[in-house]
């Protein structure tokens, strides 16, 4: 009799159960045990599946973004325009209490506004002192700040996902620049705050292409070469 009182059928890590009385049946604890191990292996398999189907390729995109390293080089978001030819003026102070949170890009009204960045569009508005301005979430969750535009591009919409070179807008003087010469302000903002992206778009255009090219092969089929 005593053989069976000791024999309990729950792993050692998890606290015992009371001794069930001597003679009891251990059979249905042990088919829960088993069923609900298959019900939780069934679960995950089907969360893995539902993860690389085609209507999660946002959310897997998002995630890719937010793990992506963020960009040490970065092409000039205005068309035409060189880096070499930019102001630095970020940090100057603007005003009594504000410092400038980016760098101004100056180049003709309409001239087409381009994203810097691998990123989704976060949000398109109009208001403040940024006036017609786009968000775009990049690499490494830094949002970039395109901002005083004349225009957006046809039918750009929060979610849109873009590359760098796609058109956002064009440059103009909406939000506190108006009157003053068209631009286009542009700002990142990391975990920590405002960045200043001159050293990026100064930096050499190598480094760049290589992280492109990572997005680009693991967002296309395993046989393309
Ligand atoms: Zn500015």
Same mark, same amino acid.
């Given at each position: 009799m005593a053989d069976m009182v000791n024999e309990s059928p729950w792993p050692s890590a998890t606290p015992s159960p009371p001794p069930p009385p001597a003679g009891h049946d251990y059979a249905p604890a042990a088919r829960a045990v088993v069923v609900a191990a298959v019900l939780l292996g069934a679960l995950a398999a089907v &969360?893995?599946? &539902?993860w690389h189907q085609p209507f999660m390729a946002y959310p897997r995109y998002l995630t890719e973004l937010a793990r992506m390293p963020v960009p040490t080089q970065q092409p000039v978001p205005v068309q035409g325009v060189k880096a070499g030819s930019i &102001? #630095? %003026? /970020?940090? &100057?102070?603007r005003? !009594?209490?504000r410092r400038h949170h980016g760098i101004?890009? /100056?180049? !003709? !009204?309409? %001239?087409?506004?381009?994203s810097a960045t691998h990123g989704v569009v976060a949000s398109i508005r109009d208001q403040g002192l940024g006036g017609r301005q786009v968000w775009v979430m990049g690499p490494g969750r830094e949002r970039h700040y395109y901002a005083h535009l004349d225009d957006w591009a046809f039918g750009l919409a929060a979610g849109d996902p873009v590359r760098p070179? #796609?058109?956002?807008?064009t440059v103009g003087d909406t939000g506190n620049a108006r009157g003053t $010469? $068209?631009?286009l302000h542009y700002g990142i903002y990391g975990a920590d705050g405002p960045l200043d992206p001159l050293? !990026?778009?100064r930096a050499p255009k190598a480094v760049v292409a290589n992280e492109a090219d990572d997005l680009d092969a693991t967002a296309k089929a395993p046989a393309n070469r």
């Open positions: &969360a893995y599946w &539902a &102001a #630095d %003026t /970020f940090g &100057a102070p005003g !009594r209490d101004d890009i /100056f180049a !003709r !009204r309409g %001239t087409p506004v381009l070179g #796609d058109e956002l807008g $010469p $068209p631009h050293p !990026r778009l």
